[in-house]
Structures are given as C-alpha cells and as structure tokens.
C-alpha cells in the first residue's frame, strides 16, 4: 500500500470524524470548505489530528509549508501536503 493510500485513509477517518460523512462519501476532489464545511481553523485541527496519528512534527513547518497548507482546497490537496511532509 502506498503513502498515499494510507494518509488518504488517516485523513479521510479524521474528516468522517470531524463532519460526520460517512467514509465512502468523502473523495478526493472534494471541496474542503464549500462541499465539507472545513473552514481554515478545522483544517488546521484536522491536520492535527492526521499528524498526531502519523508522527507528523507540525512545528517544524515553515513558511512555504504554512502557505501550502492554506491553500490546500481539496481533499487531494490535503492528502499531497500531507505526504510532502512524511517524506
């Protein structure tokens, strides 16, 4: 199983978690705000989330990555920020 594969499966739980879609209703071209309803502070919580669960150091992050993050619209996009910052 790819990175990939499993940092869509952690972020996609956290999403379900945090929305209450269930999990075969979240795909990757999803809007985080407009088709979710993930403004930018539960983002930021969702990505928390994701990065305790995969020992993910969001401290570390810098100005580039911050920026990224914000414009992060999709889960797709979420999932590739999230990989980024696995390797």
Do not use: H, W
């Amino acid at each position: 199983r790819s990175i990939m594969a499993a940092v869509r499966e952690i972020l996609v739980d956290c999403i379900c978690e945090k929305t209450g879609y269930p999990a075969d209703s979240v795909g990757d071209g999803q809007a985080l705000e407009s088709d979710l309803g993930l403004d930018s502070i539960a983002k930021v919580e969702l990505l928390s989330t994701v990065a305790e669960r995969l020992s993910i150091n969001l401290e570390d992050m810098d100005e580039a990555q911050t920026e990224k993050l914000e414009a992060a619209k999709t889960v797709e996009d979420l999932v590739k920020f999230i990989e980024e910052m696995c390797v």
